[in-house]
């Protein structure tokens, strides 16, 4: 199987900063990284998929980067809506599997 | 618009078994590969099942933990998907939500609201 590693686990900023989560596979998954975006109580909300696209409707705040093992979700100027934790996939094979999450709070 | 809509949670026994349904309704099911998610209480995602499409033969794929006791299928006449759920351990216990699967994009674009599975004595 796949594991995909997010860090950090949880991260606290301030409105209006610069803020960026990282997933990492344990082997080249190529474009195969979709991000989601999860509010308590809620279901899962598609952000980002095959690593940089970005969800219709989805602030263009959001973007993703990466490739083969590496992959970044960058929030360029939080937001306070953007409290969530959020998740990485990777599809390139089954098992499909998701990153433990990162957890994000407004200072 | 595009919903999904799950239903069957509720309280089993271990050793139980539950039927989930997801009605579907806003696209072409047929078209969709659709998949099953849960989320165990307080914890993260973990895949479950997948049933691909007609054009597909509507084959499957399970998570480890599931197969031989998970049963995902489909009805495309009736817009909708289903997951028995047979010998169920306490560690099934967490909300079940269907996605719809574009896979010419590998997006994942509309989930349902879930629907709550315990399995508990």
């Known amino acids: 199987d796949i594991q995909m590693t997010q860090s950090p686990s949880s991260l606290s900023a301030s409105v209006g900063d610069r803020v960026t989560i990282t997933c990492r596979a344990s082997q080249d998954i190529g474009n195969y990284l979709t991000w989601f975006q999860q509010k308590p109580g809620k279901a899962p909300r598609s952000l980002i998929y095959?690593?940089?696209t970005l969800q219709s409707g989805v602030p263009s705040r959001f973007s993703g980067s990466g490739s083969g093992t590496d992959f970044a979700l960058t929030i360029s100027s939080l937001q306070p809506e953007d409290s969530a934790v959020y998740y990485c996939?990777?599809?390139?094979?089954?098992?499909?599997?998701f990153g433990g999450g990162t957890k994000v709070e407004i200072k | 618009e595009v919903q999904l809509v799950e239903s069957g949670g509720g309280l089993v026994q271990p050793g139980g078994c539950l039927r989930l349904?997801?009605?579907?309704?806003?696209?072409?099911?047929?078209?969709?590969?659709m998949d099953w998610v849960r989320q165990a209480p307080g914890k993260g995602l973990e895949w479950v099942a997948r049933?691909?499409?007609?054009?597909?033969?509507?084959?499957?794929e399970y998570a480890a933990s599931v197969k031989g006791r998970f049963t995902i299928s489909r009805d495309d006449s009736k817009n909708s998907l289903d997951l028995q759920m047979n010998s169920l351990k306490t560690e099934d216990t967490a909300v079940y939500y269907c996605r719809r699967v574009v896979v010419s994009t590998s997006n994942y674009d509309y989930w349902g609201q879930g629907a709550l599975v315990t399995v508990s004595s």
């Open positions: 095959t690593v940089s």
């Open positions: 049933s691909r499409n007609k054009a597909n033969n509507y084959t499957t």
């Open positions: 349904s997801c009605a579907v309704s806003g696209f072409i099911f047929s078209d969709h590969y």
């Open positions: 996939q990777q599809s390139e094979s089954y098992p499909i599997t």
